[in-house]
């Protein structure tokens, strides 16, 4: 089984930044993605980034342009490194993991965080 902390959530002021961590622990051998989603109060949970086990990286398209997906594959943590934010962005942020190769292209995320509040706002 394994184990995903998130990290690093905080207020922040609109235009400032925040560094998300995912510490994976357990069983992560066989990992084959992880991602980022968040959840805003009264809306679906979204993804927002992924990277691969190859590294590959995808992203929602209003965080695109504004945040980094990354891995220290040594400690095995994955971050989020959010600039530019926006009162939008004001949501729980879950990390998740995937264990099996993707189907149509999609990964199936089977381990999820607690997750991280992120409040954007003056």
């Known amino acids: 089984q394994v184990l995903l902390v998130e990290s690093g959530g905080a207020l922040v002021q609109p235009g400032g930044s925040l560094r998300l961590s995912c510490a994976a622990s357990g069983s992560i051998f066989g990992l084959t993605a992880m991602a980022w989603y968040r959840q805003a109060p009264g809306k679906q949970r979204i993804q927002v980034a992924e990277i691969t086990s190859g590294g590959s990286r995808n992203y929602e398209e209003s965080a695109a342009a504004r945040f980094t997906i990354s891995r220290d594959i040594a400690k095995n943590t994955m971050y989020l490194q959010m600039d530019s934010l926006k009162p939008d962005d004001t949501a729980v942020y879950y990390c998740?993991?995937?264990?099996?190769?993707?189907?149509?292209?999609?990964?199936?995320?089977?381990?999820w965080g607690q997750g991280t509040q992120v409040t954007v706002s003056s």
């Open positions: 998740a993991a995937s264990f099996r190769g993707p189907v149509a292209g999609l990964f199936e995320y089977t381990a």
